[in-house]
């Protein structure tokens, strides 16, 4: 082995890698300040020589990933193994810091890039938002359908609780502190005092990041997880969303912009699963699901009071100039006999702006509906959201007729916006459960025996869900999903089940929808649906809803069902014949997609995956999960959030506009040949993989599977009650997850190489690959999955299992896979054609790399025979990589 470089050729080897990877110079310079003051930090709490173990470690790293030399690969991996358990824990700290650190100065670069590209004059629009979608509906539906396909838009996010969010709320926090104060510090003067305040108080941050525990001490409670999601809503998405709907109103009218009724209509409704997802988690019962209805609702109202009485304060419009409509005296005098003394004072502060004492006494109106849901009578409360929105256009209406059109169409209906989008409600709860604790409901039910607890908890959940319908309103609840859902008998014994717990027919109005997951689920769900709507209680619900069918698909266990290659594929076919079915008979079709963050749950852009389905399978309606760490990536900040929600609702809108559906329905019909070969032979190569005899307990030996049980990661067990003998009841998400940490990521492209190989004709996958966006897609994900594997790495893994028949398959596939990917990409290596992505995961990849060889290290020393199994300090070092895995590969689960 060669010997440690000097400090002189240190520096060198760090100052290539940084040069080459591409990073613009404001990143650059971020990236550095902030990693100089984490070694601050380090030398303060650490002393010099916990700086110098992490530096030693980085080099290392670096120049093993720069030169790809074994040498250079067995330095770095005999410097991690040196280390004793507890500095080990320390340098792992300080790598997933530098991660936490690296991923912030990302997304502001991010941000930085969207001001500058807004603030530009004369800039043509993206051609990826809603205004350019519009221009090219337009001029090929006609303006007419084009707006009414603008309005009927809807982008539906559904929020999941899954466990893939790896760091604390605690740090989260601590980053989004990070975040403002590097707003503060590329606004201040560079040398100046503000400057120098922004850089102390970073250092204070990073400090407090340093000695924040970065492990939970115990899972979170799914009432934690509904806490943590109302978050993202406080800190972004209540104020974000109408910002959105303006800035699209902005693009599609220019200066008339504000000065009349938009034509961007609210289209963003938020789903969320947290608190409502029972499948398989039994902290999640009734009462749960009952306290985040009330925990949402408490968020939006207050939010509503203080926004309207926001907009009320800055309404000093006198009486004279902008006289009231007779509908606002009249509210005014409505508001006033139910609020006398507060209508009093501010009749007193306000004595000629009926549109602001209006304004106000609403807000106050909002507040007492916020103390109702908590229990307190009062009867100013509004009824439901539909009473609250009248009385804000009663004031648009009122200060249009009196001209003053820019406060009707400006700040009022924002508020306008927002009470359409959240309601009183915020999220709409939607409650899952599997189909086989339905029938076994049913059955003890049915027997007319004593019921057993678990039965009765199945029923309180229709009473739950009857009560926050009560107390919130019809969209705060009401979708069921059925997991594993196999037959139309499967959908209908919810509404058997609803019978049960309200005999009298008092019961909640319920959705209920079909989730198919397995690869023979989806290909039965055409003929599964075209049975159930013909069942009576599934048809009179349709008939309620103008014909409104929802159909959920599910990812991630196809995908283990039968290989990622497959799954894809599979899902396509399922989309269409499901979308031609439901055109041809008439339904309005939703399609819920059931994506996770990783690419193997169906993970990557969401805009690119819409434009490639399958004609009818969107018709301006998309609805996905969104769940752990890419809420916060997508969400958590504003400028990222509004910029995401554009792109997808762009690509929703255009993914029904005849040339799009022309060209994927003539794409798929051109290369259904190649479809048909990738899929057998992809299928035959995932089957001899994890069919193979004793396949389970390997994988559970060659990934750290059984440990990633032991992260506090979210409520939710791992298993649905598995043995390490058997896959089928292993969720899918420690299936992505395992191979993820293990630098492998098996999941999200095995069987692609061999699926090209057996189509073999370069140039009509090159052709497929430009002109068929289903596998265009597919391609681009897997490039972006096998970017972020490392085959040294991902050798050392293998070797802790005494398989090197399957060792040899995976890496046999990996190679093969990479090859075809590159060749169909072009270039040289992966990623090539996609420059930013390549940037970001080559800036991670050796400080990755060095948290994985902590991992190796802890994982092969809790398996070692001679020590001990339990060992408290591997453990946590184990945990501490894990964490810092998901934090550096980031689209983890």
């Known amino acids: 082995m060669t010997p440690e470089p000097t400090h002189t050729e240190a520096i060198r080897v760090i100052s290539r890698f940084e040069a080459s990877d591409g990073i613009p110079e404001p990143m650059r310079a971020d990236v550095r300040m902030l990693g100089a003051l984490l070694g ?84 043509e629009a993206a051609a990826d938002t809603v205004a350019t979608a519009f221009a090219r509906l337009r001029d090929e539906v006609g303006e007419d359908e084009a707006r009414a396909r603008l309005t009927a838009l809807r982008f539906h996010p559904v929020f999941t609780a899954h466990p893939t969010e790896a760091r604390r709320r605690a740090v989260s926090s601590s980053i989004r502190r990070l975040a403002r104060l590097l707003v503060e510090h590329d606004a201040a003067s560079p040398g100046g005092a503000e400057e120098r305040r922004a850089r102390r108080r970073m250092l204070e941050e990073i400090d407090t990041l340093w000695r924040t525990a970065p492990l939970r001490a115990e899972k979170p409670t799914p009432t934690d997880e509904v806490r943590t999601v109302m978050s993202v809503f406080d800190e972004t998405l209540f104020t974000t969303v109408p910002h959105v709907y303006r800035r699209i109103d902005d693009e599609l009218r220019g200066e008339d912009s504000g000065s009349s009724a938009p034509l961007a209509p609210a289209f963003v409704r938020i789903g969320s699963w947290v ?107 509004y009824s439901g959201p539909e009473e609250l929105l009248a009385d804000l256009r009663a004031v648009q209406e009122s200060l249009h ?46 027997a007319g025996d004593a019921i057993s607890a678990r039965t009765e908890e199945v029923l309180e959940v229709f009473r739950a869900v009857a009560d926050i319908q009560r107390r919130h309103g019809l969209r705060a609840a009401g979708r ?70 929802e159909v959920m698909l599910g990812y991630s266990d196809s995908s283990k069902d039968v290989g990622p290659v497959a799954a894809n594929l599979a899902l396509y076919e399922a989309q269409a014949r499901i979308g031609d079915w439901a055109k041809e008979a008439g339904y309005e079709l939703t399609l819920f997609h059931g994506r996770g963050g990783a690419l193997g749950r169906g993970g990557g852009p969401a805009n690119s995956a ?56 003539e794409a798929a019909d051109r290369f259904a040949e190649v479809a048909a070969t990738m899929d057998a032979a992809s299928r035959e190569r995932f089957f001899a993989l994890v069919r193979a005899e004793g396949f389970a307990p390997w994988f559970a030996t060659v990934t750290p599977l059984e440990e990633i049980g032991l992260l506090a990661l979210g409520s939710r067990p791992a298993r649905r009650g598995l043995s390490v003998e058997s896959l089928e009841d292993l969720r899918a998400i420690p299936w992505v997850f395992a191979w993820t940490q293990a630098r492998i990521n098996l999941a999200g492209w095995f069987g692609l190489g061999t699926a ?30 096998l970017a972020k594997t490392d085959e040294r790495i991902a050798r050392r893994y293998l070797e802790l299992g005494d398989r090197p028949e399957l060792a040899a398959m995976v890496l046999e596939e990996l190679a093969l896979t990479r090859e075809w990917v590159i060749r169909l990409t072009g270039g040289h290596e992966l990623l090539e054609n996609k420059p930013v992505l390549q940037r970001a995961v080559k800036m991670r990849s050796p400080y990755v790399d060095a948290l994985s060889l902590l991992q190796l290290r802890a994982l092969r020393g809790l398996r070692d025979d001679a020590g001990p199994a339990d060992d408290p300090e591997l453990k946590r070092l184990l945990l501490l990589s894990v964490s810092g895995v998901a934090a550096g590969l980031q689209n983890t689960g």
């Open 40 to 123: 601050q930090v380090l030398r303060e709490q650490g002393g010099d020589s916990l700086f110098e173990d992490v530096e030693r470690l980085r080099l290392a790293t670096i120049q093993a990933y720069a030169e790809e030399s074994s040498d250079a690969f067995e330095r770095a991996t005999a410097i991690a193994e040196s280390f004793s358990v507890a500095r080990a824990d320390e340098v792992a700290r300080a790598f997933t810091a530098y991660f936490h650190l690296v991923n912030l100065a990302e997304e502001h670069q991010r941000v930085r890039v969207l001001r500058e590209r807004a603030g530009q004059p004369g800039r």
């Open 275 to 381: 608190g409502g997802d029972r499948d398989g988690n039994p902290f999640v019962t009734a009462a749960v699901t009952r306290e985040a209805a009330e925990i949402a609702s408490e968020h939006v109202l207050r939010g509503l009071e203080q926004a309207i009485a926001r907009i009320g304060r800055t309404l000093t419009l006198d009486a004279e100039g902008t006289p009231p409509s007779v509908a606002v005296v009249g509210l005014w005098e409505r508001l006033s006999a139910a609020d006398a003394e507060a209508a009093a004072e501010i009749a007193k502060r306000s004595p000629s702006e009926p549109h602001r004492r209006v304004l106000l006494l609403m807000s106050r109106r909002v507040a007492a509906t916020r103390r109702l849901q908590g229990g307190a009578a009062d009867e100013r409360a």
């Open 401 to 446: 007729a009196a001209g003053a059109d820019r406060h009707a169409f400006g700040g009022v209906q924002h508020l306008i916006w927002q009470v359409e989008t959240y309601g009183f409600h915020l999220t709409e709860l939607e409650v899952r459960q599997h189909s086989q604790v339905h029938a076994q409901a049913l059955a003890e039910l049915e």
């Open 480 to 549: 069921y999903v059925v997991s594993f859902t196999q037959s139309a008998q499967d959908l209908v014994n919810v509404h058997r089940l609803a019978a049960h717990a309200f005999p009298d027919g008092d019961g909640p109005v319920l959705d209920v929808v079909p989730l198919f997951e397995t690869f023979a689920d989806l290909q039965a769900a055409p003929g599964i649906l075209a049975e159930v709507v013909e069942r009576p209680e599934f048809a009179a619900r349709l008939a309620q809803t103008g014909r409104r069918l």
């Open 610 to 665: 819409i434009l490639a389905q399958p004609p009818h399978s969107v018709e301006g309606r998309f609805k996905l999960t969104e769940q752990g760490e890419v809420i916060f990536a997508r969400y958590g900040e504003p400028a990222i959030a509004m910029r995401h929600i554009d792109q997808v609702a762009a690509a929703t809108l255009l993914a029904s506009s005849p040339t799009v559906e022309e060209r994927t329905r």
């Open 756 to 785: 090209l190989e057996a189509v073999g004709d370069e140039e009509l996958l090159r052709t497929a690959y430009r002109e068929w966006p289903l596998l265009g897609t597919m391609i681009d994900n897997v490039a972006m999955s």
